[in-house]
């Protein structure tokens, strides 16, 4: 079942490059970590696959700082050393 695209909220706009490859390098992280690509490509590199999902609209990501009750702080690790920038979902 697909959802309808006034159903699905999207990402917010990325107004700078600095951004875009800040979300594409944490996309190509969550890829070389064992995460499956949401989109079919020629490419086999991380960050050109991590681009092609981010320039079409299928990584979700926000703004803001991760909650303070997150799984890093839990396990001791101060809530300083999390990177808060951007918050992507896999």
């Known amino acids: 079942m697909t959802e ?17 490859v800040h979300i594409a390098s944490r996309r190509a992280e969550q890829l ?3 995460a499956r690509p949401k989109i079919e490509t020629k490419h086999t590199k ?11 609209g ?3 990501w926000q703004l803001g700082q991760r909650p303070a ?12 050393m999390i990177d808060p920038l951007p918050l992507i979902t896999p």
């Open 4 to 20: 309808s695209p006034e159903a699905t909220p999207s990402a917010p706009l990325i107004e700078s490059k600095f951004r875009l």
């Open 69 to 80: 009750e997150s799984e890093g702080e839990a396990e001791g690790v101060p809530a300083e």
């Open 32 to 34: 070389m970590l064992g």
């Open 46 to 56: 991380f960050s050109r696959i991590a681009l092609a999902e981010v320039d079409g």
């Open 58 to 60: 299928l990584v979700k």
